[in-house]
């Protein structure tokens, strides 16, 4: 039987943040993650499978790596969808690929289950401050309903379309978020050879045009050995690029800015840098530059 309990599917590096807000917030949460001691250390209670979770919540929230994994999770023997019912809201968090998206969302439907797709973005500082920005596709009326749970973790709810639209979106930021990373970097690491003050070079790039979210928000931190943590790996950012890719093909967008990220977050997964927090491409750019690093703390700022 449903309970007031909200269901939350994956708490790793995102959703175990959000399940704390959700949790600071008053909330209960049902959480089930492969690694159970997440679950705990969220403050959520530990279901024992995903068919628990959606048994017993109203709303679900999915936080997971990419589409193959949502649609095991959701498609897969004990998933989602043999569970789900009429009136029963599914919230995917996750970076998705927009086709996945509006099939899962087609496949509930049929059972009187809504599915919303919410990417989200401002990574592990805002979602432990709960001031995410969401952009959300799928019907009005559900998003509604869940509204009072997604504002326990986001300051910015934007509906952008129909189902896929929030998925779709968060690509397209994802994307200029992955070049303005990768371009900064080279920067960065060309002013470091050119003997250049760091800090002196960034101020000037934040009073002109070159200015940009890594310029204001990583860079000041990188170049002190601080290189934060909890945002995306390169892996993950490098899979973002290639969704973005895919989706610009599939409505006819020649991709002529690809190149720049795919090539920088694959040297940074070739040289090591796989599992390390995106930041680290100024690493790899660096190490093919003549060992180049923008501090003095040693490689990676760990």
Do not use: W
Request: with cysteine.
């Amino acid at each position: 039987m449903p309970d007031d309990r909200i269901g939350f599917i994956g708490l790793g590096n995102m959703g175990g943040r959000m399940t704390r807000c959700i949790v600071r917030s008053g909330g209960r949460v049902l959480g089930y993650d492969l690694d159970r001691a997440l679950v705990a250390e969220a403050g959520a209670d530990v279901a024992v499978s995903v068919a628990e979770v959606a048994d017993k919540a109203e709303v679900l929230l999915l936080s997971l790596p990419d589409s193959h994994v949502v649609e095991d999770v959701v498609l897969g023997g004990g998933g989602v969808l043999q569970h789900c019912r009429q009136g029963q809201v599914v919230v995917d968090l996750s970076t998705s690929a927009p086709a996945s998206t509006r099939k899962l969302h087609a496949l509930l439907a049929e059972k009187g289950a809504d599915y919303l797709d919410a990417g989200i973005s401002g990574g592990a500082a805002a979602a432990d401050a709960g001031t995410l920005t969401l952009m959300v596709g799928g019907e009005a009326g559900p998003l509604e309903r869940v509204r009072p749970v997604l504002v326990s973790f986001s300051a910015n709810i934007f509906h952008v379309g129909p189902s896929g639209a929030g998925h779709t979106v968060k690509l397209l930021n994802n994307f200029l978020n992955a070049v303005s990373l990768a371009a900064t970097a080279e920067v960065m690491v060309a002013a470091k050879k050119a003997g250049l003050d760091l800090a002196l070079v960034l101020e000037v790039i934040n009073k002109s045009s070159g200015v940009n979210f890594a310029t204001l928000n990583r860079f000041p931190k990188i170049i002190t050995g601080d290189y934060l943590k909890g945002g995306l790996t390169n892996t993950l950012m490098m899979k973002d690029v290639v969704l973005y890719t895919e989706m610009a093909s599939s409505v006819g967008v020649a991709s002529l800015n690809s190149a720049g990220p795919l090539a920088s977050f694959g040297l940074a997964r070739a040289l090591g840098y796989a599992d390390q927090i995106s930041n680290t491409v100024v690493d790899a750019i660096g190490d093919v530059s003549g060992g180049v690093r923008l501090h003095n703390r040693g490689t990676g700022g760990q």
